[in-house]
């Protein structure tokens, strides 16, 4: 079973991580201790650190020792560091820049974790999503049967109807993500 937490981007305000922190740590309430890895690719490599900084102190109430790992650029490395890790977070950024590092991953290392996909995180994991960068309808890198349009707000409907009837997968279910707000996904697959 793969637990998916996809955010919808943008800024939280305290009561919306509150609730995402919550969450995750339901999952771990008899742990002491939550490796968290944290995969910044979205984003150009000069940022990886400060998006890691930056995410380490937003989450840090999730694990009671701070165990959070920065992901490795070495494919290698950072499927151990999948396999060894509890909780994923993929950052929001660009979801051309996370492709091209997570085309070497296989979503079956996933198997028992809790995946938190925040906006382009959260668009690799669909069918089809809406890419707010360059205003088109992409095809998901794990294809899941949803399809995701993040950063939703009314000004976005016409994108939206768009991305439902899209393509041979109009019979999936669209989630349309405001901002600061996340759905809850469990699969399993075989």
């Known amino acids: 079973m793969i637990k998916l937490i996809l955010h919808g981007g943008g800024n939280l305000n305290r009561k919306e991580l509150e609730m995402i922190i919550r969450e995750i740590k339901k999952d771990f309430s008899n742990k002491n201790r939550i490796k968290i890895l944290i995969v910044p690719f979205a984003r150009v490599e000069e940022c990886w650190k400060g998006v890691f900084d930056k995410y380490s102190k937003r989450y840090f109430d999730i694990s009671l020792k701070k165990d959070f790992i920065l992901a490795s650029p070495d494919i290698k490395k950072f499927k151990d560091q999948i396999d060894s890790s509890s909780v994923i977070f993929f950052t929001g950024g660009s979801e ?21 996909g925040i906006s382009a995180g959260a668009n690799i994991f669909s069918s089809s999503y809406y890419s707010n960068d360059r205003g088109i309808i992409e095809k998901g890198l794990y294809e899941l049967p949803i399809k995701t349009i993040c950063h939703f707000d009314s000004t976005k409907k016409s994108c939206l109807k768009k991305l439902t009837s899209s393509g041979n997968s109009s019979k999936k279910p669209t989630l349309a993500i405001n901002e600061g707000s996340f759905f809850v996904l469990y699969f399993s697959k075989k």
Do not use: A, G, H, P
């Open 96 to 116: 051309i820049l996370l492709k091209k590092f997570m085309k070497y991953i296989n979503f079956s290392l996933f198997k028992n974790k809790t995946i938190v």
